[in-house]
């Protein structure tokens, strides 16, 4: 087994000595191979994405686990933003005499896709507080106490987030 020193510097020994372990526990986790498969790709794209700041792993399981978990935590908020999404289309087909055409649908879905890709590329508290904000209603008091921030700083991460939105949707934002 290689050493933690090497691990820093060789994300493919880690990819080779813990991948299967890492899928068999993904695979446990989730029920399903593919999603299993899916998300320890997306756990060793994060660590190779993040290579120059590895730290040296004395636990690179401990390490692989906790990287997936949030990567999980994501996936979930992502899926929330879907089922959303179509519940308000549900409640707009309700109400409305017409339902949106295949285009609008697909615009829709790639506009949160854009989104969802802006939200992992934020650091962890910017995305936070945008959730917590536009997907929880929390004010910018509450986010600011449990990100142990200001409400300043609060305001600024949901700038920050809203302007990279509408540069991924080519649109302005604010």
Known sequence: MATATTLQLDPGVLYHEHHAWLFGWLRKKLGCAHHAADLAQDTFLRIVAARDTLPQLAEPRA??????????????????????????????????????S?????????????????????SNKAREAFLAHYL?????AAIAARLEVSTRMVHKYLVQALMRCGEALDEPCL
């Open 63 to 100: 390490w692989l686990t906790t990287t997936a978990k949030r990567l999980l935590i994501d996936r979930q908020r992502r899926s929330l933003i879907d089922q959303a999404y179509i519940a308000e289309l549900e409640l707009l087909a309700q109400e409305l005499p017409c339902y949106p």
């Open 102 to 122: 295949p285009e609008e649908i697909l615009q829709a879905a790639q506009a949160l896709n854009a989104i969802a890709r802006v939200l992992e590329g934020l």
């Open 136 to 140: 929880d209603g929390e004010s910018h």
